[in-house]
């Protein structure tokens, strides 16, 4: 495969204020064996209206399908449903790719057929004048370095060396970034399966580690997206769903990763799980 396609799947509800940046970003891309995969979520405002006329623009196929919504995994399994790529790169209504952002990832990601996970840093465009932004992204513009004695530069490493790394489970928990920072082979969904969609926001890194005892995980040491830190975001809407998903987590990792831990946070597990008994 020299030149796989890439399905850049775009899951929207109400996304009018930014979905224009988002898909001007895609078709700006240096790599060009793509196709754009739209789930929309029922949205109520112009997001679609927005997006229809990039068809007449352009050579890259723009599919465009309505889901029923149930929460916002489902909608990201939808996506990938749909999509036809080798490989799935996501983009939310909020972000932006950089116009070498697929060329570097995928680069990297034909290196080594074991690779399932090729991430990347993050651009953060928000307003410091917010002061939950600012606190943000103090704590988690950086994630690579939050590891801790896993010295990830750019790059090849096996999966299983990141589930045994001591600090894998200490905040910042989600040490790859989110969906718009990541590039799947969509072999993982085979060997892996979907986004839990009982989970309402951890859903994102729950999976990342999920899938890393089947595959190699690639690095690209350069920020590729620019993720967009604002107060409609669902990440800010939904924060009484973490102590929900903190309890589910610790059950999911017991049952599917427990046995790759390092003894340190399988001990932090087995707390965890006491306290939920407790209550």
């Known amino acids: 495969m020299i030149h796989p396609l890439i399905s850049i799947c775009i899951p929207t509800y109400n996304g009018e204020q930014f979905i224009v940046e988002a898909i001007e970003s895609a078709l700006r891309q240096t790599y060009t064996n793509l196709e754009i995969i739209v789930s929309d979520d029922g949205s109520k405002d112009a997001t679609l209206k927005l997006i229809e006329p990039f068809k007449e623009t352009t050579n890259i196929p723009i599919h465009i399908y309505h889901h029923n919504p149930s929460g916002i995994g489902a909608n990201w ?27 570097r990832m995928v680069n990297l990601a034909l290196k080594d057929e074991k690779i399932g996970l090729v991430y990347c840093k993050r651009q953060i465009l928000y ?14 513009a950086l994630l690579h370095n939050k590891w801790d004695k896993l010295i990830v530069s750019e790059g090849i490493l096996n999966g299983k060396d990141y589930l045994k790394d001591r600090k894998l489970l200490d905040r910042p928990q989600n040490k790859i970034g989110e969906p718009s920072a990541v590039l799947l082979h969509k072999d993982c969904f085979k060997k892996a399966g979907y986004f839990n969609t009982a989970i309402k926001q951890d859903l994102d890194f729950e999976y990342w580690y999920r899938l890393m005892p089947f595959f190699k995980i690639g690095f690209v040491d350069e920020e590729l997206i620019i993720f967009r830190l604002h107060e409609g975001q669902a990440t800010q809407q939904n924060k009484k769903d973490k102590t929900n998903d903190a309890r589910l987590l610790s059950k999911i990792i017991l049952k599917k990763l427990f046995r790759y ?18 209550r």
């Open 77 to 103: 399994n939808h996506c990938i449903e749909k999509a036809n790529g080798v490989y799935i790169k996501f983009l939310f209504q909020d972000d932006i790719l950089l116009p070498n952002c697929i060329e």
């Open 127 to 140: 307003s410091d004048q917010n002061k939950f932004d600012a606190r943000w992204v103090s704590n988690y």
């Open 261 to 278: 831990l390092h003894y340190r946070q399988k001990l932090n597990i087995l707390k965890d799980l006491l306290k939920v008994e407790k």
